[in-house]
């Protein structure tokens, strides 16, 4: 009789090796399978935020290795926190994410909407409508510069042809009032698709039986919409604006290759503030206090949020 592989393995493994590993409990085996992964979870996520708290305290400059390093105690964060620059800068990344948000929320959901409707050639527009989020940031920001570009720049033409101004001289990303409005139409464009998959997924889990009882007890298209479509929906609706939220909180590389932060400091976000802080000006106790900071503003926010959508979810 043929052996299998396991007996195989079995019958070549030590006798000692293999009364040790039978005398071993099913948790000290899980546990020897799941220890390789949590010390690199330590490593990579555990150790360099406990580092960053302790270098928070400190006026350390990475650049100046050999400089005897101060604790300064709390001194970084009411800098931070008592600086007006500090806080335009979250104003404009508050303007940023508020509008992203609502904006990809409900053209996405409208998108989703649309194409739950099978129709021909529903699979086409879908992989139309879902190409921008296949593209990486760069290539994105070097698209929409190329549009937001004098002369030849779509949205330049359109915004002086209603404004009267000259197309040659006008550049969305150049002026003050509008070039947060260029990096929020780019980063619609580019992951409101992304919001469209999720509210998809939710719209195709309601069953088509409750349509069904919906009709026979002759509830219009619009009642059905919003007693449940809406409220069956929500807690995808309510998961893709946590995802969307925590990602654009950290936009960094489309405002970069838009703006670069300017013109000014009109779409200087708090991510872009944070590099210039620890590679430009090597302030790096200064800027581990303001990383920390938008840590803690992130997670309790996001922690906040989850709390709620659980108890839709729970509904």
């Known amino acids: 009789m043929t052996k299998s592989p396991l007996d195989r393995v079995a019958q070549g493994t030590p006798d000692g090796v293999a009364q040790r590993i039978r005398g071993l409990s099913d948790r000290t085996i899980a546990w020897i399978f799941v220890a390789p992964t949590i010390f690199l979870l330590l490593a990579v996520n555990i150790f360099p935020l406990i580092w960053t708290i302790r270098l928070s305290f400190t006026n350390f400059r990475v650049n100046r290795p050999n400089k005897d390093v101060e604790w300064v105690g709390l001194r970084n964060y009411e800098r931070i926190l008592n600086d007006p620059d500090i806080w335009n800068t979250m104003q404009a990344t508050a303007h940023f994410l508020i509008w992203t948000i ?25 992989t139309i409508i879902v190409f921008p989020m296949m593209l990486s940031p760069a290539v994105v920001g070097n698209f929409w510069t190329f549009l937001y570009q004098p002369q030849i720049g779509l949205f330049n033409y359109a915004v002086t042809f209603f404004t009267g101004g000259d197309p040659a001289s006008f550049s969305m990303i150049g002026d003050v009032h509008l070039a947060p409005w260029a990096i929020i139409i780019a980063d619609t464009w580019m992951w409101t698709p992304f919001v469209m998959l999720i509210c998809l997924a939710g719209l195709r889990s309601i069953p088509d039986s409750i349509y069904e009882a919906a009709e026979c007890d002759r509830a219009s298209k619009w009642r059905q919409f919003w007693t449940i479509t809406i409220p069956m929906a929500l807690p995808f609706l309510m998961l893709a604006v946590l995802f969307r939220g925590i990602e654009n909180f950290k936009m960094f590389d489309l405002v970069v290759q838009l703006t670069g932060g300017g013109p000014g400091n009109t779409t200087t976000l708090t991510s872009i503030d944070l590099k210039r802080e620890a590679f430009e000006k090597w302030r790096t106790g200064y800027s581990s206090a303001y990383a920390v900071i938008l840590f803690v ?5 996001a922690s906040i949020y989850v709390k709620a959508l659980n108890k839709v979810k729970d509904r």
């Open 297 to 301: 503003t992130v997670f309790g926010l």
């Open 102 to 126: 609502a904006l990809q929320v409900l053209i996405g959901f409208a998108l989703a909407y649309l194409i739950n409707k099978k129709f021909k050639g529903n699979d086409l527009w879908t």
